[in-house]
């Protein structure tokens, strides 16, 4: 389960909603309470990355470059916390991982996507990738 207050998913709708129509990218910040993938994860603070992917591919593609994945770990690490996840924004489709999400995300950290439809922020869904990287489980969220 992933803990989140209403102003932070606010504050992601915001970033996916001025990045409409290309994807928008970020970091989650926060504690993990319990063992592994069993982890519950209580968010402490969103940190919004630019996408750095080329501006063709923007729209349904997402990255993060290694500069700004230590930048992400700097800032967990000032704020006395973890690197938990990652959120991105699916523009007009789903809020579901595409198979790219699938090849290019790594077991315990939270997926968190969400979906703009037409400009308006819609569905908030965090997801967790299995051991073995084959597929997504859907991850359950709380928030305040």
């Avoid at 209580?42 to 997402?62: G, S, Y």
């Amino acid at each position: 389960m992933i803990y989140l207050t209403s102003g932070q998913i606010e504050r992601i709708n915001v970033h996916a909603v001025t990045a409409y129509p290309n994807e928008c990218c970020g970091a989650v910040l926060g504690t993990f309470s319990g063992v592994a993938c069993n982890a519950s994860r209580t968010v402490l603070d969103i940190f919004p990355i630019d996408n750095q992917f080329d501006e063709n591919e923007k729209f349904h593609r997402f990255k993060i470059t290694p500069k700004d994945f230590l930048k992400c770990e700097k800032k967990a690490r000032e704020l006395n916390c973890d690197l938990i996840g990652f959120y991105h924004s699916h523009p007009d489709h789903p809020a579901k991982p595409s198979q790219y999400d699938l090849e290019h995300a790594f077991p315990v950290y939270s997926y968190l996507i969400v979906s703009v439809e037409n400009g308006e922020p819609k569905k908030l869904t965090s997801w967790i990738l299995a051991d073995d990287r084959r597929e997504f489980t859907e991850e359950p969220t709380y928030h305040t």
